[in-house]
């Protein structure tokens, strides 16, 4: 049982360039959500959806989209890097009323 | 802002002894307390979780203190090991149907031989 799978876990980018993180569950899962881990910051929340066709914005969207065509993956677009988007993200499912979340293992992300 | 504070920043703790973390909230419509653990490289896992009907819960040597009229929450690990040393989050969310959670900022746990 895969869980919560993200790619790629580790990515360098130069400033202005774009980027899609992927996350994947296979727990049939309504709920995923977008998370930035920063040091002292603890987890933000970026983006979620509670289903297909259906996303909304967390904490700190700015710089980042995300669409839901699938129950299974929530990718995450960053459409013009800054260096303020360096972090550690992560992706992150529910099924819903007991609110236990399930992460995936993170992506790394470096922007120059 | 929904927020929830937690304290502290970071611990260290003799193999054997109490680690204590301590979290409060505002929002009196969060009605799920969930701790997570996370080690370095790795996503944040649930260790345990409580809601307000109840004013403690246990697993093992983790427990989770709740008090509803102070808004306060608190983790416990008895004989602490070196094998707990890790993250911590505190967490808060409100309401069925209602899947978002606001995360307190951590506390990096040190258990030391």
């Known amino acids: 049982n895969a869980g919560v799978t993200q790619t790629p876990k580790f990515q360098v980018l130069k400033t202005g360039q774009s980027m899609t993180l992927q996350c994947a569950q296979d727990?049939?899962?309504?709920?995923m959500s977008w998370y930035r881990q920063d040091p002292g910051m603890g987890l933000r929340l970026i983006h979620y959806?509670?289903?297909?066709?259906?996303?909304d914005q967390g904490e700190v969207p700015n710089g980042y989209n995300v669409s839901r065509s699938t129950t299974e993956d929530f990718p995450l677009r960053l459409l013009s890097a800054a260096p303020s988007q360096t972090s550690v993200y992560f992706c992150?499912?529910?099924?819903?009323?007991?609110?236990?979340?399930?992460f995936g293992a993170g992506t790394r992300l470096s922007v120059l | 802002q929904q927020q929830v504070k937690q304290s502290p920043q970071s611990l260290i703790v003799q193999k054997g002894g109490i680690s204590i973390i301590n979290c409060a909230y505002e929002n009196t419509a969060f009605d799920y307390f969930p701790w997570y653990q996370q080690f370095p490289g790795k996503g944040p896992a649930l260790l345990i979780a409580?809601?307000?009907?109840?004013s403690e819960k246990k697993e093992g040597r983790f427990t989770i203190s709740f008090n509803k009229s102070a808004k306060q929450f608190s983790l416990h690990i008895m004989d602490s090991q070196p094998g707990d040393s890790a993250t911590y989050f505190c967490a808060a969310g409100s309401g069925a149907g209602s899947y978002q959670l606001t995360f307190g900022k951590g506390t990096k746990l040190s258990v030391i031989p």
């Open positions: 992150a499912s529910s099924a819903g009323v007991r609110n236990i979340q399930y």
């Open positions: 959806s509670v289903g297909a066709g259906i996303t």
């Open positions: 409580i809601r307000p009907d109840v």
């Open positions: 727990m049939n899962h309504e709920y």
